[in-house]
T-cell receptor
């Protein structure tokens, strides 16, 4: 079983819609959770991190964490074509970082 | 965060040769990391480089193939030795600040 799992997509949403990206993890001891955005040919860029159960909002982005279900998600409101990228979920467990394989998002104008 | 730069940004190499990738950080950091991202794949940790000690390699990666130097707190190199087409990948330098991982711009390597 992989440490971090994401649907590879592709996920397509129309401009202005809400994009919902999901991630599950296997280690209940994981403490920190991150979402990275990676444009084609570029390196991953940190979007958000969350440590506690519940929601964390930053502009158009909301991260949601449910430790009981071992589930973390990223919502992107008012999706823009510039949001089209691959989104990587990462989980910190002790000194280790585990990355999912990423979900490809396309926002259609 | 910190500013991380890598050289070269990309290269095309012949089978059997070696390439050394440089990573420079604008602040002193204890631990630096080297990742690989193969086409269509996620990030795989190659090794952790601590200043003043031998690098710690992850399962499947060995020092003879990926020697690492860490001469000071702002600089590291990764060498990809005796390259084969399977080494074609993006190589990323990374560091951790307050439990968050940050990445350099990457080196895109194509081995023919």
């Amino acid at each position: 079983q992989k440490e971090v799992e994401q649907n590879s997509g592709p996920l397509s949403v129309p401009e202005g819609a809400i994009a919902s990206l999901n991630c599950t993890y296997s280690d209940r001891g994981s403490q920190s959770f991150f979402w990275y955005r990676q444009y084609s040919g570029k390196s991953p860029e940190l979007i958000m991190f969350i440590y506690s159960n519940g929601d964390k909002e930053d502009g158009r982005f909301t991260a949601q964490l449910n430790k009981a279900s071992q589930y973390v998600s990223l919502l992107i409101r008012d999706s823009q074509p510039s949001d089209s990228a691959t989104y990587l979920c990462a989980v910190g467990t002790g000194n280790q970082f585990y990355f999912g394989t990423g979900t490809s998002l396309t926002v259609i104008p | 965060s910190a500013v991380i730069s890598q050289k070269p940004s990309r290269d095309i190499c012949q089978r059997g040769t070696s390439l050394t990738i440089q990573c420079q950080v604008d602040s002193q950091v204890t631990m630096m990391f080297w990742y690989r991202q193969q086409p269509g794949q996620s990030l795989t940790l190659i090794a952790t480089a601590n200043q003043g000690s031998e690098a710690t390699y992850e399962s499947g990666f060995v020092i003879d193939k990926f020697p690492i130097s860490r001469p000071n707190l702002t600089f590291s190199t990764l060498t990809v030795s005796n390259m084969s087409p399977e080494d074609s990948s993006i190589y990323l330098c990374s560091l951790r600040i307050v439990e968050t991982q940050y990445f350099g711009p990457g080196t895109r390597l194509l081995v023919l």
